[in-house]
């Protein structure tokens, strides 16, 4: 799935949410899909966050992948198990969006996506910025992040979706 298509899916699928829907948490530690949509889009802008440092950098990084960095790379994707932050780097997602809000959110991704797509290869695969734990990224590896970790949440996204089935429309 390109880039884009995978953040549009997303976008596409926002519709068939109704409000009480989007922000309904099934259980206590797990999130809404409005959260989980909430943190793609964050977690997104911190990537191209990430590719806008690695294209003004003047400073080559020498130092490369941690050995699970090098793993998702190679693999072309995160593996398919439930990934727990740390405490300090989990704190739940916003749950007060509104499908409109959201909707803008993911075109601002898209946008800025759209932005980068002919440029980062262009960017010298030298500068990067230091990942928590897969290790010295170059721009295009944080491009290439930003669907990677869409496409993460797609089983997390239809594990919340099967929860969804007997919620009413208004809860």
């Known amino acids: ?3 884009i298509k995978v953040i549009e899916t997303y976008k596409n699928n926002l519709q068939n949410y109704t409000i009480e829907q989007l922000r309904y948490i099934t259980a206590e530690g797990i999130w809404s899909i409005g959260q989980m949509y909430d943190h793609l889009i964050v977690v997104a802008h911190e990537y191209l966050d990430n590719v806008e440092t690695c294209a003004s950098s003047k400073e080559e990084q020498l ?5 699970f960095g090098e793993n998702l790379f190679k693999n072309g994707g995160f593996p398919p198990i439930k990934i ?7 704190s739940p997602p916003n749950n007060s969006d509104s499908i409109e809000n959201l909707m803008s959110r993911l075109d601002q991704v898209i946008h800025r996506v759209r932005h980068w797509e002919t440029k980062v290869g262009t960017i010298d695969p030298n500068y990067k910025v230091k990942h928590g734990g897969f290790g010295w990224l170059n721009a295009k590896e944080w491009y290439d992040l930003v669907s990677m970790h869409f496409v993460h949440h797609l089983r997390q996204k ?12 208004n809860i």
Do not use: A, F, Q, R
């Not at 130092?63 to 050995?67: P, R």
């Not at 727990?84 to 780097?89: A, D, G, R, S, Y």
């Open 1 to 3: 799935m390109s880039d």
């Open 84 to 90: 727990k932050l740390p405490n300090e780097l989990n």
């Open 63 to 67: 130092l490369g992948k941690t050995e």
């Open 158 to 169: 239809c594990e919340l979706d099967h929860k969804l089935v007997n919620v009413p429309n």
